[in-house]
């Protein structure tokens, strides 16, 4: 569904992606793993039109999207939920699901998507009158990927959707990021809690200095020495498991 | 001299007939603030060039005056997006999207300024011209006659805030408007075509001010040199009332017009230009973000 192609990028004449290449099948969810300040966002700016290609190509669902505008290619079926968390906090929790439907123009389905994302996350229904910049910050990640989805996406790039949540509710919206999955949409999930990452998806890439280091199934991930030592070894949790194992 | 509530009463009708005008003046500066992160120092300029307009309309044309209104909205909505698109872009795309303005901007601004104003001055001269438009006899409520341009002003002014607002409300497009002021980036992988917008809201925030232009016309006279003073005063009506709030904007206005309205009438009539700035300054050590100022990042 979205193939990327030794894609160089970066901004202005700052080059951060050297060479990036991605592949994302139809239906599947797919991690990008890595840590501060490597390169994620970057490159899902790119692909959404944001930053200029430097070199290289993407593809998404037959199109080529190297010279599109990001309006375009939120056209094209392919929709970017960023890492910033940032509703429009001046609008009510509805409007700003409205603004995601903006591409549409099947009122009827618009409406069916409507009722589909509050069955998702409940609690955006309960608020919905509510302006969004009243929110918390587990529901405002609920409100930024509703908003997603009601552009009625083929594929949802998430950055980050964990960062600074409580455990609990990042269980939560990973469970709904399943649940979206299940529906038909592709994601390509950015994330740099690896173990919840790898949990969901079926293949992962690890970004480091803007090239990928290393690529697999996320069970051969999860086991791979360097990854454990890179990203897994060091958190507390991991060493008192296995220190009680 | 013995108070007299009639006469009170006429002051306020008049302050605030006066004062919707500033207010949709002030609503386009804060438009614009919203949407290009700018604050247009030419817009007093678009106002003078909509009252030349309406006047070339229905004077010279003889275009009915309601007509002309339209017209002149018309005519400056497509000037302003060309001075958006041709001189505008450039600066406000430069240092990061639309979010850095900088200096630059500012003196843009005053330079447009300066060069509508000498642009103005070749085709029309520096004479006042006087907009006269028969609208027939004062209106008389209880002791009071008010002229109908005045009552023509509060009503057409009301009407274009009033759907101007359900428009931004109640309409995808006013809703994408809203989203552009307020994130462009985010708007911008909504999938709306941002710079597009940016020209609309653009386009708006101008023929609000021709509107403004063609309602004083009639009850002072249209000259080059009208849109300094407007400028002042629409921007102390949007400062009163929170910059980049709209209602703010409307509501700033309004108390701007009944302020200097008493202060003419009460305190002294020679100094009626200086009552806003007093307003302002008020308002400004009492509450800084101005009286339905959001918080800075929260706009429109
Ligand atoms: N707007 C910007 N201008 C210049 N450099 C940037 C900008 N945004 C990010 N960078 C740099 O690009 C690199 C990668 O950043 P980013 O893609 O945001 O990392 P992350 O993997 O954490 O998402 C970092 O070194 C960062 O400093
Ligand atoms: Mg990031």
């Known amino acids: 569904m979205l193939e990327i192609k030794n894609v160089h990028a970066g901004y202005g004449k700052l080059k951060i992606l050297r060479g990036i290449n991605l592949s994302v099948p139809k239906g599947k969810i797919i991690a990008l793993l890595g840590g501060n300040g490597t390169g994620k966002s970057t490159l899902l700016k790119t692909i959404s039109g944001l930053l200029p290609l430097m070199e290289g190509s993407i593809e998404f669902d037959g199109q080529i999207l190297d010279k599109k505008k990001p309006h375009e290619i939120v056209k094209a079926g392919l929709v970017q939920v960023t890492q910033s968390k940032e509703s429009y906090p001046a609008m009510t929790v509805e409007e700003n699901l409205m603004v995601g439907s903006y591409v549409r123009n099947d009122r009827h389905g618009v409406q069916q998507d409507l009722e589909k994302i509050y069955e998702f996350f409940p609690i955006l229904k309960t608020r919905r009158k509510t302006l969004s910049g009243t929110?918390?910050?587990?529901?405002?990640?609920?409100?930024?990927?509703?908003?997603?989805?009601?552009?009625?996406?083929?594929?949802?790039m998430l950055d980050e959707p964990s960062a600074a949540l409580a455990p609990k509710v990042v269980l939560e919206i990973f469970s709904n990021i399943y649940k979206i999955s299940q529906t038909g949409v592709t994601i390509l999930i950015v994330e740099q809690n690896v173990r919840m990452a790898l949990l969901l998806a079926e293949y992962g890439y690890i970004i480091r200095d803007g090239v990928i280091m290393l690529e697999g199934k996320s069970d051969n991930l999860i086991h791979d020495s360097s990854v454990r030592e890179s990203f897994l070894g060091g958190t507390v949790a991991d060493t008192s498991r296995e220190l009680s194992a | 001299m013995e108070f007299d509530?009639?006469?009170?009463f006429a002051f306020i009708i008049f302050g605030v007939t006066i004062g919707v005008v500033y207010g949709m003046v002030a609503l386009g500066i804060s438009l614009i603030y919203s949407g290009l992160d700018i604050v247009h120092f030419a817009h007093g300029e678009i106002y003078m060039f909509g009252a030349f307009f309406g006047l070339v309309l229905a004077k010279d044309m003889s275009i009915p005056y309601p007509a002309a209104l339209i017209g002149a909205m018309i005519l400056a909505g497509l000037m302003g997006m060309l001075i958006e698109r041709v001189f505008y872009r450039r600066l406000t795309r430069s240092g990061g999207g639309y979010t850095v303005a900088g200096m630059g901007m500012i003196i843009c601004g005053f330079g447009m300024s300066v060069a509508l104003m000498n642009v103005a001055f070749l085709i029309w001269g520096a004479d006042a011209e006087p907009f006269s438009i028969d609208l027939g006899m004062p209106l008389q409520i209880a002791d009071i006659y008010i002229p109908q341009s005045y009552l023509l002003t509060a009503v057409v002014s009301f009407a274009l805030m009033g759907l101007l607002h359900f428009f931004l409300k109640y309409t995808k497009i006013g809703l994408a408007v809203r989203a552009v002021a307020q994130n462009k980036d985010i708007a911008y992988l909504m999938g709306i075509n941002v710079p597009?917008?940016?020209?609309?809201?653009?386009?708006?925030?101008?023929?609000?001010?021709?509107?403004?232009?063609?309602?004083?016309?009639?009850?002072?006279?249209?000259?080059?040199?009208?849109?300094?003073?407007?400028?002042?005063k629409a921007f102390a009506a949007a400062v009163v009332g929170g910059f980049g709030s709209l209602p703010g904007a409307l509501l700033g206005g309004i108390l701007v017009g009944i302020f200097e309205n008493l202060g003419a009438a009460y305190i002294s009539p020679s100094h009626k230009d200086i009552y806003a700035f007093l307003l302002l300054i008020l308002v400004l050590m009492i509450r800084p973000s101005g009286l339905f100022g959001i918080e800075a990042k929260v706009k429109a």
């Open chain 2, 196 to 232: 597009v917008f940016i020209s609309l809201i653009f386009g708006l925030a101008c023929a609000l001010a021709a509107a403004a232009g063609v309602l004083i016309g009639p009850m002072q006279s249209v000259q080059v040199e009208m849109g300094y003073l407007m400028l002042m």
């Open chain 2, 5 to 8: 509530f009639n006469s009170l």
């Open chain 1, 135 to 156: 929110l918390s910050g587990g529901e405002v990640q609920m409100l930024v990927i509703g908003r997603g989805l009601m552009a009625n996406p083929k594929m949802l």
